[in-house]
C-alpha cells in the first residue's frame, strides 16, 4: 500500500535549518552562543573576523553533519588564515553539499563537550530527550560504542520539563558537576524553543563546558515542522535557504506549488483539494503518484507549460494526469496551454487529461483535433486515474 498523500506530505514538509540560522533561534530563548556573522564570499569573511576579533571558527553552513570531519571547520588566527579557510571551504562538496555560506564565529575555548537534544519519539507520542557527556561526535556513534553514556528522558508535552526533572537528568548524565547549573539552565531553554518553536528536533553537538566554568552552545541543529510556520511569519526568511531536491526547486522557479512522492503518474491539478484528491483517486485505483503539482487559479499557456516541464523533469514519470475542473480558470485557456505547452516541451510519457467545470466543452473542442495515444482525454476522473495507471505499467504491487 503506498502510503496515504497526507502522511507523505506532513513527513516531507520539514525545514532545516542552517547552524547559524539554528543558533539565532535557540539564542532567542536565552541559550548562550557565540557572536559571529554569515559571509559568502571570501573578502566578507575576512571582514567579519577583523570585526569580531581573532581568533574565529570559520564553518561551513550545510544542512548535513560531519563537517568538522569533511574538513569544513577550521580555526583561524588572523585574516591571512581566514582568507585561506574561506577559500577552501566555499565551493567544497560536503556529502553531496556544496557550500555557499560560511558562519564566521568568535572562537571558544573548550575543557569538555556534551551532547543535548530534544527529538519526537512518535512510537511513545512523547517528547525524547537525550544527554551526553561524551558530546562532540556523533550521537549514533556513541549509542553503538557506549549506549550507557546517554541519558534519555521522556517528557510528556502536557507537563513539560521541570526544573527537577532536569536536574536528575543532568546527573543521571554524568556531566561535570560544575556544569550542571548551566547545563539545566540551557536544557529548559531549549525545551522552550523546541516546543514553542515548533520544532520537531533541536540539537547541540557539542555543548561546551569552558575552562572558565560556563556552558555554551557551540553547535546547532534544528528542524522545524513546516506545518506550523503560520505559527511563526518569521520562518518565511528560511524558505529561500532551503534545499529543495531538483524537482521542487525547478517548481519553485516556476512559482508553482509541487511535492514529490515516490510513484510513477505525475499529477497536475488546479487547486491544492483537487490536487489531494486527485493523488487519492490514483492510489485507490491501485497506482501510486510521482509528484503532484497545482497550478493554481490562471492555467494558461506559459502556466501549463512550465508545470509540465517540471514533470517531465521528473525521471521516475511513466504517465501524465491532468485533472482540472474549471471555475475561474476557463476550460478553453486549459485546452489552449496544453496544446502550447506540447508545442514547446519535448514529452515522453502519455497524458491523460480530464476537463470539466467552466467552458468544458468549448475545451475538449479545442483538445480533439490533438488526441492520440500519447493525449487521451477521460470524461471523469476516475476513468482518467485507471487509464494513467495502466499507461503508467499497470497496478502497483
Ligand atoms: P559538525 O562537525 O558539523 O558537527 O560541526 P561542529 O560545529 O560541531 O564543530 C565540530 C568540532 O569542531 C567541535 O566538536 C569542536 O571540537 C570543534 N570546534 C568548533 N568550534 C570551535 C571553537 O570555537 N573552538 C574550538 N576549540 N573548537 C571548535
Ligand atoms: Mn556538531
Redesign the pocket.
Known sequence: MPPAPCEADSERQVVDLF?YQGKRLIARYGIPV?PGAPATTVQQAVEEADALGY?V?V??QVQ???????G??K?ANDAGEVRTHADAILGMDIKGHVVEVLWI??????AE?YYASFTLDRGAKLHLGMLSAQ????IEQVAEENPDAIARIHIDPVDGLSEAQGREWVTAAKLNPAATDGAVDILLKLYRAYTEGDADLVEI??L?FTPDGRVHA??A?VTLDDNATFRHPDYVDYDATQVRDAREEFAHQQGLQYVGLDGSVGVIANGAGLAMSTVDIVNQVGGSPANFLDIGGGANADVMAGALGVIVSDANVRSIFINIFGGITKGEEVANGIVQALERVQIDAPIVIRLDGTNADEGRKILEPHLSDRLQMQPTMLDAARTAVELAGGVAK
Open positions: 547552524e557565540s581568533p571558527v564553518k561551513a548535513v553533519g560531519g563537517r568538522g570531519k569533511a569544513g571547520i580555526l564565529e568568535k572562537a571558544s575555548d573548550i563537550e558530546g562532540g561526535v556523533e553537538n557539542p561546551i557551540l553547535d541543529k
